[in-house]
């Protein structure tokens, strides 16, 4: 049974930054395409990072030069590092897993398989 779990979320300060963890458990981690979703009150899920089994990582326009997101395939963990935190920022965080070989990262919500519970990300003014 596939788990991810995320941690790292917490409440900074603008211009802060923080680390999130994806720990998976029940897949052989290499074998999936990973993916750094949010979402804020009243809006929809919304594709922030993601990476492929091969390395290759897709940002979103809003956090393209502030976002990381990284693999240890040897942790079974996915990161994602933010820097240079706006509140627009704040949301719940998710990640993500896709099985099917991904050359780049996919972007919709509906093509990924599993999903963590998400970690809650506050950015304060």
């Known amino acids: 049974q596939v788990q991810l779990l995320e941690s790292g979320g917490g409440l900074v300060q603008a211009g802060g930054s923080l680390r999130l963890s994806c720990a998976a458990s029940?897949?052989?981690?290499?074998?999936?395409?990973m993916g750094w979703f949010r979402q804020a009150p009243g809006k929809e899920r919304e594709f922030v990072a993601g990476?492929?089994?091969?390395?290759?990582?897709r940002y979103a326009n809003s956090v393209k030069g502030r976002f990381t997101i990284s693999r240890d395939n040897a942790k079974n963990t996915v990161y994602l590092i933010m820097n240079n935190l706006k509140p627009e920022d704040t949301a719940v965080y998710y990640c993500?897993?896709?099985?099917?070989?991904?050359?780049?990262?996919?972007?919709?919500?509906?093509?990924?398989?599993?999903w963590g519970q998400g970690t809650q990300v506050t950015v304060s003014s």
């Open positions: 993500a897993s896709r099985y099917t070989y991904s050359y780049v990262p996919a972007t919709t919500t509906g093509v990924y398989d599993y």
């Open positions: 029940g897949v052989t981690f290499g074998n999936y395409a």
């Open positions: 990476i492929t089994q091969g390395g290759i990582t």
